[in-house]
C-alpha cells in the first residue's frame, strides 16, 4: 500500500539524519527526503486528482516562509 503525506523537506538535516535513515528507514531508498511530516497519511493514492492537488497547493500558498530550529531527531 502506497501511503501519500504531506511533508515539509529539511535538505539542511540530510547529513545529521542520512545514517540514521539508512539503518532504520526504508524510504531514503524510495527517494523521500530528510523531512517533517505534516499530515500522513493524507490519503489514498488513487483518490488524489489534479483538482486535489490543486485545492492543497491554494491551502498551502496562504502560508508565509518561517525559520524554525531543529534541537532533536524522532520518530
Not at 538535516?13 to 539508512?22: D, F
Not at 497519511?41 to 491554494?58: G, H, S, Y
Amino acid at each position: 500500500m502506497t501511503m501519500t503525506a504531506f511533508v515539509v523537506r529539511i535538505p539542511e538535516a540530510e547529513n545529521t539524519v542520512h545514517s540514521l535513515r539508512k539503518h532504520c528507514d526504508s524510504k531514503p531508498a524510495a527517494g523521500a527526503p530528510a523531512h517533517i511530516a505534516i499530515l500522513p497519511p493524507f490519503m489514498a493514492v488513487e483518490l488524489i486528482t489534479d483538482t486535489i492537488i490543486q485545492r492543497a497547493r491554494n491551502l498551502f500558498s496562504s502560508f508565509r516562509p518561517f525559520t524554525f530550529f531543529l534541537n532533536d531527531v524522532g520518530r
